[in-house]
């Protein structure tokens, strides 16, 4: 039988974290009070927060040298779902999760999703793949997918990507998210003007096969494969791609897929604005697409940007309903523990941005209050905000504190024993 970890498991030691919980929540009510802040309020909002997870983060990542495989990985879709169960059982702040095809395609969609919901999952985004070649396919993707200077190339890859939309609708999924690594590695070796053309006409496909209540999700990035010249390499780029195909095409930000140093919250007030922005691919970066733990290089650039967010919704930014999903890459760490670290990050951000008060800093803006205007943003963010979030999950029968029961469970160990590794070596990104 699959080891599991127990509900019992989880209120025994919560159990003895109680005391100390209550003590710490009752401590951060009367501080944020003094504000005028009802903490119960915040929480209720907090619990009602979720971020999907990607399937391919519960194994273990690798770079372009080489991929080092951790004990007791996932061996298939079944071991994924097994682990993104065990992920939001601990924290309640992962419902969903984010497919991608054809790593992830099920032989039944229609019992897949049964699954998925008998371990208290749903789906989220699915998401294919034009950027790798497969087994047995007749057409290579190597210059190019959607954008190939060849018809058949191209078709094969719009094909792809219909069957994603096919497959999604069968899960429940409410969306498709389309990334391509097409570009150039030398001046001349492409015409910008032709690629993006044959982008959009690619695309106009798959839009017009879109269920009518789904969305398609436009994702940029900066550079690789394609490192002279990406065919969507800026939210710019990706904006007019999605002005142009209609209203059911918006622009995903990952945020690793920036120059160093770009500001990414003004990105995503510019596509509120405009009701473009379709939602967050979470990580982190110190140098370029890291795919890092969310949180672990810049938590403020996280924080700015949930205050944007924060400011959309509670003024009604028509349209607003953004997405959320973790995208990491888990090297050297137990991948679990990173999601669910990640997850509860992302979390804290968005809950110490539900502390700024609007209305003042709205009139310390208006006054030209620079600096009162940024101390009460940094005033949020140093609150912590650890017992809220302690106390949302208690409250939704998680755990208090995920990673400290997930390793006392001994939940990678048992699964080292029901998956034994596969033979062969990998190496590269997967």
Known sequence: MSFRISADAIGTDNACRLAFLEEDYAALKRQVARRGIDLDRIADRVAAFGVALPSWGVGTGGTRFARFAGPGEPRGLDDKLEDCATIQHLTRATPTVSLHFPWDRPSDAAALKEQAASLGLGFDAVNSNSFQDQPGQLLSYKFGSLTHPDKAVRDLAVAHNIDCIRLGETLGAPALTVWVGDGANFPGQQNFTAAFDRYLESMAQIYAALPADWSVFIEHKLFEPAFYATVIADWGSSYLAATELGPKAKCLVDLGHHAPNTNIEMIVARLVRFGKLAGFHFNDSKYGDDDLDSGSINPFQLFLIFNELVDAAERGAPGFAPAYMLD???????????????????????????????????????????????????????TDVSPLLAEVRRRADGAIDPIAVYRASGYRAAKAKERPPRSGSSAGIV
């Open 328 to 382: 990491q890459s888990h090297n050297v760490t137990d991948p679990i523990e990173s999601l669910m670290s990640s997850a509860m990050e992302v979390q804290r951000r968005y809950a110490q941005a539900l502390l700024i008060d609007r209305g003042a800093l709205t009139d310390a803006q208006n006054a030209c209050d620079a600096l009162g205007a940024h101390t009460m943003l940094k005033q949020a963010f140093n």
